[in-house]
């Protein structure tokens, strides 16, 4: 009970929305670092992929992990939003921002928006629901052949928009996310806030442009289908 109590105070669910941060960010570094493979060639990619056919268990274990720690990331975020705003018994006349910036003023759309993401992203290229003729394709070795599965996938430009769009609002959540961690595990000096909040930013940035360098590359042609 006592663990609870900690847990649905203010401290507590900040501290859980940065651990569920933080989770969803290794998983970024982890997919980032797949999905790259597809600039060294199909080979490369099915063979990565095979490999991690070879721990389904554990592979599906990250998946669902990772599901609850962003819904779970985004019902805090709500709730801590909330509880500030009715905290406030008077509200001013005039409204005055403490120099909000524009990732922290899209946190809950660029959050949504992200869920939204993931949830299409698994439908698309894990459980093959929106195209599942991808599922049975398979390379001269006999893989799955989840390169030409990406690179077909990527060639609708409404799909590589929704993902460039959901990149570019991630990077924007990330960046305010770093920047509130910092706040959350009581860094108090300006230099060091400053400086993380500007690392952060440039962490955001770099993450943003490689995810969203893939589907441009497709798009451009540079990344071509293998047949």
């Known amino acids: ?26 998983f ?3 997919h980032l670092a797949g999905n790259l493979e597809i600039f060294s060639g199909q080979d490369a990619v099915n063979q990565y992929a095979a490999f991690l056919r070879t721990m389904p268990k554990v592979l599906w274990a990250f998946r669902i992990a990772l599901i609850v720690a962003v819904v779970l990331h985004i019902y805090l975020t709500i709730s801590l939003t909330t509880r500030n705003q009715n905290a406030r018994k008077e509200r001013y006349h005039l409204k005055r921002s403490r120099k909000a910036t524009l990732s922290s003023r899209t946190m809950m759309l660029s959050g949504l928006t992200i869920l939204a993401f993931v949830c299409y992203h698994l439908s698309h290229y894990t459980l093959g629901i929106t195209n599942p003729e991808f599922m ?19 060639r609708n430009p409404l799909i590589s928009g929704f993902y460039i769009l959901a990149q570019i609002l991630l990077a ?3 960046s305010h996310g770093v920047s509130s961690t910092a706040r959350t595990l009581g ?7 400053d400086n993380i909040r500007v690392l952060g930013f440039i962490f955001a940035f770099v993450i943003a442009v490689l995810y969203i360098s893939i589907p441009l590359s497709v798009l451009l042609g540079i990344v071509p289908v293998v047949s």
């Open 136 to 154: 049975a394709l398979t390379d001269a070795h006999g893989r799955h052949d989840v390169y030409n599965m990406m690179v077909m996938g990527f």
């Open 28 to 30: 970024l570094l982890l």
């Open 172 to 174: 924007f959540h990330l």
């Open 187 to 193: 860094v108090s000096s300006a230099v060091l806030y």
């Open 1 to 26: 009970m006592r663990v609870l109590a900690i847990f649905s105070s203010t401290i507590g669910k900040k501290f859980l929305v940065a651990l569920t941060g933080l989770f969803m960010v290794v």
